[in-house]
């Protein structure tokens, strides 16, 4: 993949997560918002929902660090919100 296209995709999935958390009925919160715009621009399956590989994601600590560095960056970010 070129590194336009890759630019293209990553600005379609920022655009597809913003319109789902946008929405006027709230339906989608920050997180569901942006797993489901992940799973449709990059063609994702719904990994989280299958128990073995979720527990196995659980067990290797590795969501420990990941998760830890998206909450940090939205929370530096956020403060352009308030």
Do not use: K
Not at 39 to 47: E, K, P, S
Request: aromatic share 10%; glycine share 4%.
């Amino acid at each position: 993949m070129s590194r336009d296209s890759e630019t293209a995709t990553s600005d379609a999935a920022i655009v597809a997560a913003r319109e789902l958390f946008l929405r006027d009925d709230n339906y989608y919160g920050c997180a569901e918002a942006t797993l489901v715009a992940v799973q449709q621009r990059y063609g994702f399956d719904d990994a989280i929902s299958v128990p073995a590989r979720h527990d196995a994601f659980i067990e290797s600590g590795v969501w420990r660090e990941t998760c830890m560095r998206q909450t940090e960056l939205s929370v530096a970010r956020f403060w352009r919100l308030a």
